[in-house]
C-alpha cells in the first residue's frame, strides 16, 4: 500500500518535477550571479526587459494550445485512444507553428519600434532580432511538453527544462571565455544567444522523445501480421482535423486571451518601473541598474524555493480535474486544506530563512547590498505567494478559470497603483510594498473562494 502510494502519477511526478526544477533553478541562479558580475546592474536591467515580449509571445502562440493538448490527451490515453491523442498534438502543433511562425516575424521585423515604443529603450531592439528565432522552438517543446504532461510522464518535461539550462548556460559561459582568450568585451547580448541554444537544446529533447514514444506506442512492424487497415481518404482526414482544431481552440482561445491580458499588465508594470524610477529622480543608467537588482538578483533568489509548489501545481491540475469530474468531492476538499497547510509551513520557514541571511546573500552572492535589502523585504511574500499559486491550480482544476483570472487582474491592477503612483514618490520602495498588497490580496481572494467550495464539498460528503 505504501509503494503505491509513492508509486502515484502525482507523488513521482512532483518528485521529479521539484528535483530536476531545483537542480534547474540552481544552476539558473549561480548563472544569474555570473551574469551579474560581467554585466553590471544596469545589464541585468536591460537583459529583463526583453521578458515582457517573451511573455506576451508566449501567450500569443502556445500557452493555451498546451493546456488544451495536455487536457485532451489526458483523456484519449484514459482510454487507450493512442491514435487520436497523437492527432491532438499534431493539430495543436501546427497551430501553434503557424501562429509562432507569424510572431517571430513581426518581432523581427519591427524589433527598432516595439524597443521604442513598447519597452522605452532602444538599446532592446538588437536582443528582440536574436530572441525571435527561439520563438517556433520554444512552441515546439511546449506542444510536446503539453502531451507529456496530458500522459503523467513528467519526466521528459523536466528532462528538456534541465537540457534548455544547461546548454543556455553552458553555451554563455564558453561564449564568454573565448572572449576573454581574444581581448573581446562580451555584451548582454551573448546571454540572448545563450537563450536561443538553450530553447533548441529543449526542442531537440522534446522531439527525440515524443518520436520515441510513438515507435513504442506504434511500432514499426505492428501490422506485419495482421491485415492493415484502409487508409481514410484525404477529405475525411481533413474532416478530422478540423473537429479537432475547433475542439482545441475552444479551450484554448479563452485561456491564451487571459495569459494574454495577465501579461499584458505584467508587461506594462515591468516597462514602467525604470520609467517611474526615473520620475522619482534616478538617471536613466541607475534606474535600469535599480530593476536589474530587484528582478535579476533578489527576486530570483525569493521564487528558488517555489520549484516545490509550481511542481506540485502542474500535476495537481490534472488530478483534481478528475477527481472532480467524478464526483469525488472529499479528494477535492482534501488538496484545498492539504495545500493551504503545507505551503504555509513552507512560506514561513522561507521567510524566517530569507530574514535571517538575506542581507548576508546579497553581499556574498551579488556584492549588493542594495540586493539584500530587497530580499528581506520581499521574504514576506513567501507565504502568500505559495498559498495563491497552489490554490489558483486547484480553483484552475475544478473549472473556476474565470474567477482565478479576475483575481489575478485585480491583484496587477492593485500593483500597478503602486508603479504608477508610489514609486514616483518613495521611489522602488513603493514598488515593494506595492508587491506585497498586490499578493495579499490575490492570496486572500484565492483562499475565500477554496474554503467556500471546501465547505460545499464537505457538506456534499456528508449529505
Not at 143 to 170: D, T, W
Request: hydrophobic letters at 50%.
Amino acid at each position: 500500500m505504501t509503494f503505491k502510494k509513492w508509486t502515484h502519477p502525482l507523488i513521482t511526478g512532483t518528485l521529479i518535477l521539484t528535483l530536476t526544477g531545483l537542480l534547474s533553478r540552481f544552476i539558473g541562479f549561480f548563472y544569474r550571479v555570473f551574469l551579474s558580475n560581467v554585466f553590471g546592474a544596469e545589464g541585468m536591467g536591460i537583459y529583463q526587459l526583453i521578458s515582457p515580449v517573451l511573455a506576451l509571445s508566449f501567450s500569443l502562440t502556445v500557452s493555451g494550445i498546451q493546456t488544451a493538448i495536455s487536457k485532451y490527451v489526458a483523456s484519449e490515453t484514459s482510454t487507450r485512444d493512442y491514435k487520436s491523442s497523437f492527432r491532438t498534438l499534431w493539430a495543436g502543433f501546427l497551430l501553434a507553428m503557424l501562429l509562432s511562425a507569424v510572431c517571430a516575424t513581426v518581432i523581427y521585423l519591427y524589433a527598432d519600434q516595439i524597443a521604442v515604443t513598447f519597452l522605452l529603450e532602444e538599446r532592446i531592439a538588437p536582443l528582440l532580432r536574436i530572441i525571435a528565432l527561439s520563438i517556433p522552438m520554444a512552441s515546439v517543446h511546449s506542444c510536446i511538453n503539453g502531451y507529456f504532461y496530458g500522459i503523467r510522464k513528467a519526466a521528459i518535461p523536466a528532462f528538456s527544462q534541465l537540457a534548455e539550462q544547461v546548454c543556455r548556460v553552458g553555451s554563455v559561459y564558453i561564449i564568454y571565455f573565448i572572449c576573454q582568450n581574444h581581448g573581446l568585451t562580451p555584451t548582454i547580448s551573448f546571454a540572448v544567444v545563450g537563450l536561443v541554444i538553450g530553447e533548441s537544446a529543449s526542442m531537440i529533447v522534446s522531439v527525440v522523445a515524443i518520436l520515441a514514444r510513438a515507435h513504442h506506442v506504434f511500432p514499426t512492424g505492428a501490422h506485419k501480421n495482421s491485415r492493415r487497415p484502409p487508409s481514410p481518404s484525404l477529405s475525411s482526414v481533413i474532416a478530422i482535423y478540423r473537429r479537432i482544431t475547433e475542439q482545441l481552440l475552444r479551450l484554448a482561445v479563452p485561456l491564451s486571451a487571459n495569459r494574454l491580458i495577465l501579461n499584458l499588465l505584467q508587461s506594462v508594470e515591468a516597462i514602467y518601473i525604470p520609467n517611474r524610477l526615473m520620475a522619482y529622480g534616478l538617471s536613466n543608467a541607475d534606474a535600469l541598474g535599480v530593476y536589474g537588482v530587484l528582478t535579476g538578483m533578489s527576486l530570483p533568489l525569493i521564487l528558488f524555493p517555489s520549484a516545490v509548489t509550481n511542481s506540485i501545481s502542474v500535476l495537481l491540475l490534472p488530478v483534481v480535474s478528475e477527481a472532480d469530474a467524478s464526483g469525488n468531492q472529499a479528494a477535492v476538499r482534501r488538496a484545498i486544506l492539504t495545500s493551504i497547510r503545507s505551503c504555509l509551513l513552507l512560506g514561513f520557514l522561507c521567510t524566517a530563512m530569507f530574514l535571517l541571511f538575506g542581507r548576508l546573500a546579497g553581499r556574498l552572492l551579488y556584492g549588493s547590498e542594495l540586493a539584500g535589502s530587497f530580499i528581506l523585504t520581499l521574504s514576506f511574500l513567501c507565504p502568500f505567494m505559495y498559498i495563491a499559486n497552489m490554490l489558483n491550480s486547484i480553483l484552475n482544476g475544478i473549472g473556476k478559470t474565470i474567477q482565478t483570472f479576475l483575481f489575478s487582474v485585480v491583484s496587477l491592477l492593485l500593483r500597478l497603483l503602486f508603479v504608477f503612483f508610489a514609486i514616483p514618490r518613495f521611489g522602488i520602495q513603493g514598488y515593494l510594498w506595492g508587491m506585497l498588497a498586490s499578493q495579499m490580496l490575490q492570496t486572500l481572494l484565492c483562499t475565500i473562494s477554496a474554503l467556500h467550495i471546501s465547505r460545499k464539498a464537505h457538506a456534499t460528503c456528508h449529505s
